[in-house]
Structure formats: C-alpha cells, structure tokens
C-alpha cells in the first residue's frame, strides 16, 4: 500500500521553464490538495480537488494550475517558473471534503529550485 | 494573520523528560489534526480530535482537544530521540472553505 506517491522527488528548474509535478493515490479517496511549505510560512493550499471532475483554488495559486486527470492523479504544473516558485511541495488526500472532519494523508514532497 | 499559533516554536529536551506543545485558534475549531514530519519527508498522520473534552494517546503521545479555549495541546511523555521532528497542528477552521490550514510547526530535539 504506497499511500500518495509524488514524483519527480527534486528538480531544479531555470526561470521561464516549465515542468509538471504528479501525484497519485490508491487509497480510492475521493479529495485531493496541493501544498506548498515554505520556511517560516508554513503549509499553504494551492489548489484542491474536492471530487473527481472539480477543481477550486487555494490559498496561494498563482502561477499554478492543476489536472484532476482521474480519481487517483492530480498534477500541478507551473507553466513559466519564477525563483518564487522555489519550495517543498506536497500532495495530499483525503477521503472526503469539507469542515476538516478527514484526515489528509501526505505524499513525501518534491524539492523544487528555480534559478 | 496566522490563525493557527503554535507554541513553542522550538523545543530542546533531554531523553526522558516530558514536554507539551500547543496550538491556538483564532477561530472556531471544525477537527483539529497532529501530524509528525522528519526532515526531507513528508507529514505522518498522528492523530485527530473533533469534539470538546476529547483526548487521544498513541503510544506516549496524548493529544487534548479545548473547544472553548479553541485549543489543542500534545504531550510526550518519557520523551525519546525517536520523538525528535517537527510537529503540526492543522484544523478546519471557520471561514477556511472546508480546508485545513495549518500552524507553522514545533521543532523538537531530543538530546540522549
């Protein structure tokens, strides 16, 4: 049981490149996030995907978008990287959406640098 | 502003001691959840806490739940090098659209 898988693990990206970062679960959960944690900012929600077929920003989403390809796989992608894109990202699950009452459960992050 | 306030922001204690660490809403409190992360890996899933009064323990860890004072403390007790990490609070809050937001983390170091 693998849980959330996110991959790549590091990437160092150039400013203007673009890359897509994946994430898959096989927990059958139906709601999926994105993170970001940044040193003395903490974890901020990006975009999430309460259901299968929906999509709905978060807290910090700019210069992101997002693909619910399935219920297992939600991708984030950075069409053009800035140096402020620079962070640890985290996918997430959860079995359901709403008032927080599901526990997330998290993939192990993907180290992004942008130059 | 930061509406989940963790305290203390670090924490060094020698093996065997106790320690406790809080976390404090500026809202009302909708599931409030303690999660666990080592350097370079993602956040374990320690325990959940949704009602007023309620208390949970896994092993030497036991998490409290105030509703009134919109607060959660998580205590160690006998605490041991494994305990060592970074520690999160996060909660459905009022007005966060269904989502966890999340404090900004204790770090403990257990010295033997």
């Known amino acids: 049981n693998a849980g959330v898988t996110q991959t790549p693990k590091f990437q160092v990206l150039k400013t203007g490149q673009s890359m897509t970062l994946q994430c898959a679960q096989d927990?059958?959960?139906?709601?999926m996030y994105w993170y970001r944690q940044d040193p003395g900012m903490g974890l901020r929600l990006i975009y999430y995907?309460?259901?299968?077929?929906t999509t709905d920003k978060g807290e910090v989403p700019n210069g992101y978008n997002v693909s619910r390809l399935n219920k297992r796989e939600f991708s984030l992608r950075l069409e053009s990287a800035a140096p402020s894109q620079t962070s640890v990202y985290f996918c997430a699950s959860s079995e359901s959406w709403g008032r927080g009452y599901s526990p997330l459960h998290f993939g192990n992050g993907t180290r992004l640098t942008v130059t | 502003s930061q509406e989940l306030e963790q305290s203390p922001q670090s924490l060094i204690v020698q093996e065997g001691k106790n320690l406790t660490i809080n976390c404090t809403s500026s809202k009302t409190l909708y599931g409030l959840y303690w999660y666990k992360q080592k350097y370079g890996e993602g956040l374990i899933f320690l325990m959940m806490?949704?009602?007023?009064?309620e208390e949970k323990s896994h092993e030497k860890i036991t998490a409290k739940l105030d509703e009134k004072k919109q607060q959660s403390s998580l205590h160690i007790t006998a605490s041991q090098p494994s305990h060592a990490g970074i520690y999160l609070c996060g909660a459905g809050v009022l007005g966060s659209q269904g989502n966890l937001i999340f404090g900004k983390g204790t770090k403990l170091s257990v010295k033997p």
């Open positions: 995907s309460a259901s299968e077929g």
């Open positions: 806490l949704q009602k007023g009064g």
């Open positions: 927990m059958n959960h139906n709601s």
